[in-house]
C-alpha cells in the first residue's frame, strides 16, 4: 500500500492556481513533518514547502508568498495551495514524508503541474 498518493496537478495558465493534495495512509500523520518537493525535466529534486507537526512552513525563496502548504491531520492530508503560478514552476511536484528517528522517509508517486500559455 502506498502510503502517499498526490493529485490536483494539471495543466494551468501563467498567473492560476493550482491546490495539490496529498492522501496519506498507514501511518500517523501528525507525529510527522511533511513537505513537498519538485523536479522539473534536466534538473534536481527541490524542496518547494515544508511543513511541521505544529503547522509551521517552510518555503523554498521562489515560491514564498505565492505557495502555502497546509495540513489536516484529522482528514490524513496535506495540501498545497500554489497561486500566481509562472512556467517556472512547471515540474513533477511530489509529497514527502519526512524522516524520523529510525523510520525512513517515504515518497508518493508524483503529479504533473504544467504552467503554459
Known amino acids: 500500500q502506498v502510503p502517499l498518493v498526490e493529485s490536483g496537478g494539471g495543466s494551468v495558465q501563467p498567473g492560476g492556481s493550482l491546490r495539490l493534495s496529498c492522501a496519506t495512509s498507514?501511518?500517523?500523520?501528525?507525529?510527522?513533518?511533511m513537505g513537498w518537493y519538485r523536479q522539473a525535466p534536466g534538473k534536481e529534486r527541490e524542496m518547494v514547502a515544508t511543513?511541521?507537526?505544529?503547522?509551521?512552513?517552510n518555503y523554498a525563496e521562489s515560491v514564498k508568498g505565492r505557495f502555502t502548504i497546509s495540513r489536516d491531520n484529522a482528514k490524513n492530508a496535506v495540501y498545497l495551495q500554489m497561486n500566481s503560478l509562472k512556467p517556472e514552476d512547471t515540474a513533477v511536484y511530489y509529497c514527502?514524508?519526512?524522516?524520523?528517528?529510525?523510520?525512513?522517509?517515504?515518497w508518493g508517486q508524483g503529479t504533473q503541474v504544467t504552467v503554459s500559455s
Open positions: 511543513i511541521d507537526t505544529g503547522g509551521s512552513g
Open positions: 514527502k514524508r519526512e524522516r524520523r528517528p529510525y523510520i525512513e522517509e517515504a
Open positions: 498507514g501511518f500517523i500523520l501528525n507525529i510527522y513533518d
